[in-house]
Nanobody
Framework: QLQLVESGGGLVQPGGSLRISCEVS????????IGWFRQAPGKEREGVSI???????YDLDSAKGRFTVSRDNAKNTVYLQMHSLTPEDTAVYYC???????????????????????WGQGTQVTVSF
């Protein structure tokens, strides 16, 4: 069973930066698309950035120009580097994995939470003075 564990969340001031991590176990990272999602209180879970197995990065509206996703397959870890944080970025951040073992699975990359099979427990990011 694939397991994902996020870490690195915390309190950061507006304009600051933070890097959160997602460590994957129970499988090899290069067999999964990895997505970062977030959910603020009272809001639906939304996509932030997607890292596909072929190295393509899909930055969604909330991330463009400010957030960078990267993966280290050797460490089975995916990172989300966030810059220029605002209070609107306050949320629980989740990483999720989608199977990419078949040709079709490698080609179909979802930006919706519904497209992901495995989820971490989330890490809280709070942007405030």
């Amino acid at each position: 069973q694939l397991q994902l564990v996020e870490s690195g969340g915390g309190l950061v001031q507006p304009g600051g930066s933070l890097r959160i991590s997602c460590e994957v176990s129970g499988g090899t990272l290069d067999a999964y698309h990895i997505g970062w999602f977030r959910q603020a209180p009272g809001k639906e879970r939304e996509g932030v950035s997607i890292s596909s197995v072929d190295g393509t990065i899909y930055d969604l509206d909330s991330a463009k120009g400010r957030f960078t996703v990267s993966r280290d397959n050797a460490k089975n870890t995916v990172y989300l580097q966030m810059h220029s944080l605002t209070p609107e970025d306050t949320a629980v951040y989740y990483c999720a994995a989608a199977n990419a073992g078949t040709v079709m699975q490698r080609l179909v990359i979802s930006t919706s939470p519904d497209g992901y099979d495995y989820w971490g427990q989330g890490t809280q990011v709070t942007v405030s003075f």
